[in-house]
């Protein structure tokens, strides 16, 4: 297996006192429930099973999955064999939260064959109200600059609906750059560029930041580069992209007037001709950390010129959710990728590496909530050679 270079530390958990991992289980799972419940229309029996989730929470241990017809569910007992007997709080966060998720999915019966909600997204009117608020102003109809569309894609991140509902107010407001390798992925890049290669988008939200996404998939495209995007493989964390919400998103943009449309038709002709391609994997819905990659995943992205990790669940995976001092060398961690790797994500989450001791105590003392309120950013760049 590969792994980080250094000692790994001990992974966040709810149990850690005082932080954003305890506020998410005890606070922010059930209320998430809670939404579950009053977005969709649940029979009495998928009802009674949301609710009885969110009573779990936080004491009773982890259950293994009970939903036979599940094409995960093998994988999901391999996962929580370590964990026997533990509580949500006692787990680490990674898995409690995408175990959460996935038994969102076992309640509702998303697995089952004749149940009602089978197949349904439980979070489709979040993810429907996230992209009807998406700006398109300011767009023209060629291609975005690399650069613009960059950071397009990385400030997208703040669109985050497990955190934000679409109907709940404003998102987290500002944007403080903290990290900033832009300069050299954009010199990468043009050695891409030279060679048609291909390069993998890892998404994060449907919404507005897939929007962002599909205008720099698009501007990629443009430049004779080949796309492939990873979506989630089943809805989880509210708004993550699943295959559906792109191809949607895309379908949504080609309806829209104004010069949106033009990148929507682009978008389609590069569907079409396998230019651009979605590839899902269940290893990006479970609670495995980046190092923990199964062999064909990794054999598959290491082929990319250029990975390209959206947002703050795939930055936790990368690093395994763990307590990294911020100043940990980003090379030092993430040597094991599979290819060069570019993270655009805003924090929403207490981990962060490759930062100065003296750029952290800047952000500390300007904004105390600096790791968690989706205000600051991070384009981080390594590059992994063969």
């Known amino acids: 297996m590969r792994q980080p270079a250094l000692p790994l530390p001990p992974p966040l958990r709810g149990a850690d006192p005082d932080s954003f991992a305890r506020d998410t289980v005890l606070r922010r799972l059930p209320a998430i429930a809670g939404r ?11 009802a ?4 009885g989730l969110a009573a779990e929470i936080p004491f009773t241990p982890l259950r293994p999955l009970a939903d036979d017809a599940a094409p995960d569910l093998a994988l999901w007992r391999s996962y929580l064999a370590p964990y026997a007997g ?8 990674f898995l409690a ?4 998720y996935r038994r969102i ?3 509702i019966g998303y697995f089952r064959p004749r149940s009602g909600a089978y197949g349904r997204d439980p979070y489709a009117r979040q993810k429907r109200l996230g992209l009807e608020h998406t700006s398109l102003a300011g767009l023209s109809d060629e291609p975005l600059p690399l650069d613009a569309a960059l950071r397009g894609a990385l400030w997208g991140n703040q669109a985050d609906l497990s955190l934000w509902p679409a109907d709940a107010g404003d998102g987290p407001g500002g944007a403080t750059l903290l990290a900033d390798d832009g300069p050299a992925v954009l010199a990468h890049l043009d050695a891409l560029i030279a060679r048609s290669a291909t390069v993998d988008v890892v998404l ?7 929007v962002h996404d599909l205008l720099l998939a698009d ?4 430049r004779g580069l080949r796309v492939r995007l990873h979506p989630r493989a089943h809805p989880t964390f509210v708004s993550d992209a699943t295959a559906g919400d792109a191809r949607d998103t895309v379908a949504w943009l080609a309806e829209r007037p104004g010069p949106v449309a033009c990148a929507a038709e682009r978008l389609i002709a590069a569907l079409a001709t396998s230019r651009l391609t979605l590839h899902d994997d269940w ?3 479970s609670p495995l950390a980046g190092w923990e990659m199964p062999e064909t995943l990794f054999d598959f992205l290491a082929t990319s010129g250029l990975l390209i990790s959206k947002g703050d669940a795939n930055y936790r995976r990368w690093l395994g959710d763990r307590h990294w001092p911020a100043d940990t060398p980003l090379e030092a961690v993430l040597g094991y990728a599979p290819a060069p790797l570019l993270l655009l994500r805003t924090c929403k989450s207490e981990v962060a590496i490759g930062l100065d001791q003296a750029r952290v105590a800047a952000a500390r003392a300007r904004d105390p909530q600096w790791m968690i309120n989706g205000r600051w950013g991070l384009a981080q760049f390594v590059a992994i050679t063969p």
Do not use: S
């Open 36 to 46: 579950v419940l009053t977005e969709n229309r649940l029979d009495h029996q998928a």
């Open 48 to 51: 009674r099973a949301v609710a």
């Open 86 to 93: 533990q509580d949500w709080l006692a787990v680490p966060w």
């Open 97 to 100: 939260e995408t175990y959460f």
């Open 105 to 107: 999915l076992e309640a």
């Open 204 to 210: 994060d939200n449907a919404g507005a930041e897939l």
């Open 219 to 222: 501007a990629l495209l443009a």
């Open 283 to 285: 290893f990006w819905t």
